[in-house]
């Protein structure tokens, strides 16, 4: 099903193997409008998008991807960095001809976060694939932050902290801090394709294209942005009025 709303193409799909499908056309049809760069996201919306894409025909050997976050402190190849998953699900398949994550080894954060900004002011991103969070962040980008910001360094909630502790040999090791893109580069890419599952995102999803665009919830910013596919499946989508 698909719906129309003030700026958002909402799909509406059984499951997220759907979701993957429709999310792939998003992609296609960018490439074919002439995309070069492409913002990614982690996390595990983006799985079945990435597969499709790893499976596909589709060529990103000339094309550029930017993405929206990593933790400070991990190394590239540490198995719990955001580049070591982009390199699983979709880099090793597909490599592009850049590819671009914050340096999360760089523990100067000034320098980590404008070089980044530099990076994406070089690579204007053209299709900006993105998560949501319960609370309604995109990106790291958690109630309270400035609309307008730009890369940043984060400080994790105790919550991600301990909810992240499993993956980890300690406690030691789990990361305190994030480089995120802000809200404010994330709404300045060309297009935004934002995804969501289930029941425990059904709020946040309301609230993020029914509610009032607030800093309480970081993704209602997308409702100030021309051009946003969403996907749902049925869970994520139960709290819409419309
Ligand atoms: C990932 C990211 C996060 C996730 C969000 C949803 O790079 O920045 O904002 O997109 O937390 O995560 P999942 O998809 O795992 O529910």
Do not use: C
């Not at 590819?99 to 080894?105: A, E, K, L, Q, R």
Request: charged content about 15%; hydrophobic content about 40%; proline content about 5%.
């Amino acid at each position: 099903m698909m719906t129309q709303g003030t700026n958002m193409d909402l799909h509406i799909v059984k499951d997220q193997a759907e979701g993957g499908r429709v999310g792939f056309q998003v992609f296609k049809d960018a490439l074919a409008g002439g995309a070069k760069v492409l913002g990614l996201a982690t996390g595990s919306s983006p799985i079945t998008i990435y597969n499709e894409l790893a499976g596909s025909q589709l060529d990103f050997s000339q094309l550029t991807s930017v993405n929206l976050d990593e933790y400070v402190g991990l190394n590239a190849d540490h198995p719990q960095s955001y580049h070591y998953f982009m390199q699983k699900n979709l880099f090793n398949a597909k490599p592009f001809a850049h590819s671009y994550v914050p340096d999360g080894s760089n523990l100067d954060a000034a320098a980590a976060t404008s070089q980044y900004d530099q990076i994406i002011a070089d690579n204007p991103i053209d299709l900006q694939l993105l998560g949501l969070g319960q609370n309604g962040h995109i990106g790291f980008n958690e109630p309270g932050t400035d609309p307008e910001s730009t890369t940043h360094k984060v400080t994790l909630t105790e919550s991600t902290i301990a909810a992240n502790a499993r993956f980890f040999e300690n406690e030691d090791e789990v990361p305190r801090y994030a480089y995120s893109m802000g809200i404010g580069s994330i709404l300045k890419a060309k297009q935004i394709l934002i995804v969501a599952y289930g029941e425990a995102k059904a709020k946040a999803v309301a609230a993020m294209i029914e509610g009032p665009v607030t800093p309480d919830v970081p993704a209602s910013y997308l409702q100030t942005h021309p051009r946003v596919t969403v996907i749902l499946d049925e869970a994520a989508a139960s709290q819409l009025k419309h």
